[in-house]
């Protein structure tokens, strides 16, 4: 007998006949003997809905009055839910995330899970049970509702995994496990057995939205195995494990596990900076003061000390923010300086653990890249990763270019 954590998003509990179906996929696993918790999101569209109608009453709520409305969306969902297994004869009890004990922080629409106390699920298992717990939400020490921010349910689940000691918290959704590459990008996209932890922060973190960064984090650092599955279709799904220091057994592991791609990137360049200490703060100072996050930095070698270029990316949705910070703020401050803004550009990245003892993946990167007549604009590092900045209008042809190049390709794999 095993303890599972099941998750399930917004698109699988999306209709009363999705409800059904997700309890008929519970109820298949209780005959096989194993106890299942599982956590749910709010029905698809239902938060948005939620804080459309905040919006037209007031269009600047507490922080703690949204909270209690939106965390509304789940409650109605693990309701359904217990009723649904009622209805096939399986014993369950709903909860929501204040009764079943989790304990947060008083951050109002981001609150952090600070412990979970389990003795009621733990009682309720062991009568038989299922426990069906409303995601996304918990209790601060005042009493008040909290939620964990968007896409919280994936933390809750993996929360009371750990906390259960659960021998897998599996997260279904609407794909059948992380793949290669967005497949409808490339077609010849493959499903992933198996990945890292690592390797799935940086593709989460790089545009990857299988999974929320939160949870893949929380997995991590509590050693929770994590596997994606589909809600709709049977099938092994991906495994998310703990990071393996035995080199050996990668060796003939692909040096790529996947490709990371994004279109939400801006690129500002200031040419002719003083180049003396302190004129990066100078320059990025009042950017994070307007809570504006900064992604690749580049500067070039000034040639005797006089000026250099300074180079770096923002989300595409601050660009016009950054634009007016730099012209109103930051030249002024600098006593002058040209800027170059641009907008229409997109990040590719390679991610893959094998890149630590293997030499050569950026240069066989560059070299498929200008076999393309793909010009990079700029380039980053860490050790499983290798990103450029390109042109948007290149950057599928890129990802499939490279795909192909690193033999993720289903054909690829297939010849083998």
């Known amino acids: ?204 973190s790089l545009g990857s939205k299988v999974l929320q960064i939160r949870a893949v984090e929380f997995a991590g650092k509590y050693n929770v195995p994590l596997r994606v599955l589909s809600s709709f279709e049977d099938g092994p799904g991906t495994l998310i494990v703990a990071d393996s220091d035995e080199e050996e057994d990668s060796m003939e592991e692909p040096l790529i596990s996947g490709i990371a791609f994004t279109a939400n990137e801006a690129k500002f360049t200031l040419l002719n900076t003083p180049d003396v200490p302190g004129v990066a703060s100078r320059i990025l100072g009042p950017i994070a003061d307007a809570n504006i996050e900064v992604d690749m930095i580049v500067q070039n070698v000034a040639p005797a000390g006089d000026y250099t270029d300074f180079t770096f990316t923002v989300a595409k949705g601050d660009y016009k923010q950054t634009m007016k910070i730099l012209q109103e703020l930051v030249i002024p401050d600098l006593g002058g300086g040209d800027l170059r803004g641009d907008d229409n550009i997109a990040k590719v990245s390679l991610v893959g653990v094998g890149m630590r003892s293997h030499a050569g993946v950026a240069s066989k990167m560059f070299r498929t890249l200008a076999e393309e007549n793909i010009n990079i604009r700029m380039v980053s590092t860490s050790e499983i990763k290798i990103s450029v900045v390109i042109d948007e209008k290149q950057m599928e042809l890129a990802v499939r270019a490279l795909h192909k190049a690193f033999g993720l390709d289903k054909d690829s794999v297939e010849s083998e």
């Open 1 to 204: 007998m095993a303890l599972y954590v099941q998750k399930f998003g917004g698109t699988s509990v999306g209709s009363v006949e999705r409800i059904k179906a997700v309890a008929d996929k519970v109820k298949r696993f209780r005959d096989d003997g194993h106890q299942v918790v599982v956590v749910v999101s709010a029905m698809s569209g239902e938060t948005n809905r939620l804080i459309e109608m905040a919006g037209l009453i007031n269009e600047e709520p507490t922080p703690r009055e949204m909270d209690m409305l939106v965390s509304t969306g789940e409650q109605v969902t693990c309701s359904l839910l217990a009723m649904a297994l009622h209805k096939l004869g399986v014993a369950a009890t709903s909860y929501t995330g204040a009764q079943v004990g989790i304990q947060t922080d008083s951050a109002h629409t981001k609150a952090r899970i600070q412990r979970i106390e389990t003795d009621d699920i733990r009682e309720d298992l062991g009568d038989g049970q299922v426990v069906v717990v409303a995601g996304f939400q918990g209790v601060d020490e005042e009493g008040n509702i909290t939620t964990l921010g968007r896409g919280g349910s994936d933390t809750t689940g993996v929360a009371l995994a750990a906390a259960l000691n659960a021998d897998e918290c599996q997260i279904y959704t609407d794909v059948d496990g992380v793949y290669t590459t967005d497949p409808r990008v490339c077609t010849k996209a493959r499903r992933l057995e198996s990945i890292t932890v690592e390797e799935m922060l940086e593709l989460a």
